[in-house]
């Protein structure tokens, strides 16, 4: 079986389906199904849909254990040897307006690769071509009342202002590929230096296994880039770190940016960081408190 999935390009997952009948595509549960709410504006007729906020991680932790796929030993080999899968599971995936703070925080996996055509803004994890994803998990004693919307950040620290994505020339299909895509928010940023860490033994950039830090005014933080090679961040170099919130388990949350030009940034990386300052000398919350907010557009 090995040979056949080395030379997949792409598995089909109906991670739901409890047998080969089921498909990928699964009738919304009815207290996830949408609502039109009538109503009068302007002199004439309106009206608004509405329905239960989603969460979008059940791909992470204890969910993933409630979709049918996942509990059969036979497919364990597929998730495994599948150089990339497409899960169709009961609840959507995506990046969402509203949840967009949280949406942020994914974390590449070490052999994750950006695409060398455009493929996705950096900001989103779809610019990646191969490795996986994973958002961080956070069980603190009130975990469980709250993990019907599993939210990453209690306190969040960015304002997002507008997030949209430019469909190409002629193209309608607002679930296809896009040609650009931004998001402006305002936060707190702060510039730092980011340099390879080096332990006295050497860095073996060869080997790909490299750990990287920023650093301002004596305080050090270890960080996690999402392609180091392909966004050219092996050399010593000014970058930037965003406060976009305070997590649950009271750690900062936050991600390396890169200027590409004024008030333009691309997301190269994040960092978990204390909410206290730690004996380490690695960032806390004073970090941030005495930079104002500002407006910036991340692509």
Not at 254 to 264: G, I, M, S, W
Not at 266 to 274: F, M, T
Request: charged share 25%.
């Amino acid at each position: 079986m090995c040979s056949i999935y080395e030379l997949s390009f792409l598995m089909i997952s109906a991670a739901h389906g409890s047998d080969g009948e089921a498909g990928c595509f699964v009738e919304m549960a009815e207290d996830q199904q949408s609502y039109e709410i009538p109503g009068v504006s302007g002199g004439g007729k309106s009206g608004i849909s509405i329905r239960r906020q989603k969460g979008h991680r059940d791909f992470d932790g204890e969910g993933m254990y409630d979709h049918a796929l996942f509990k059969r030993a036979w497919t364990f080999q597929e998730r495994l040897l599948a150089p990339r899968i497409i899960h169709f599971m009961k609840n959507e995936s995506g990046l969402w307006t509203n949840d967009l703070p949280d949406g942020l925080l994914w974390m590449a996996d070490e052999d994750a690769m950006r695409s060398e055509q455009y493929r996705a803004p950096n900001w989103s994890w779809a610019s990646l071509v191969s490795g996986g994803i994973t958002y961080p998990s956070y069980k603190d004693e009130g975990w469980e009342e709250r993990r019907n919307f599993r939210s990453i950040i209690k306190e969040s620290s960015v304002r997002i202002l507008e997030a949209k994505c430019d469909l190409p020339v002629g193209g309608t299909d607002v679930t296809g590929a896009v040609a650009g895509g931004h998001i402006v928010l305002l936060g707190l940023l702060v510039e730092v230096t980011l340099e390879i860490v080096d332990d006295g033994e050497g860095v073996d950039l060869a080997g790909g296994d490299v750990e990287f830090s920023v650093s301002r005014e004596g305080m050090t933080e270890y960080v996690r880039l999402d392609d180091p090679f392909g966004d050219e961040l092996l050399e010593t170099q000014s970058v930037h770190c965003l406060l976009v919130g305070r997590s649950w388990t009271d750690e900062l949350c936050v991600l390396v940016l890169r200027r590409e030009d004024e008030d333009v940034y691309k997301r190269v990386g994040h960092s978990i960081c204390n909410w206290q300052l730690g004996d380490g000398g690695g960032f806390g919350k004073e970090f941030f408190e005495d930079k104002q907010p500002c407006v910036i557009r991340i692509i």
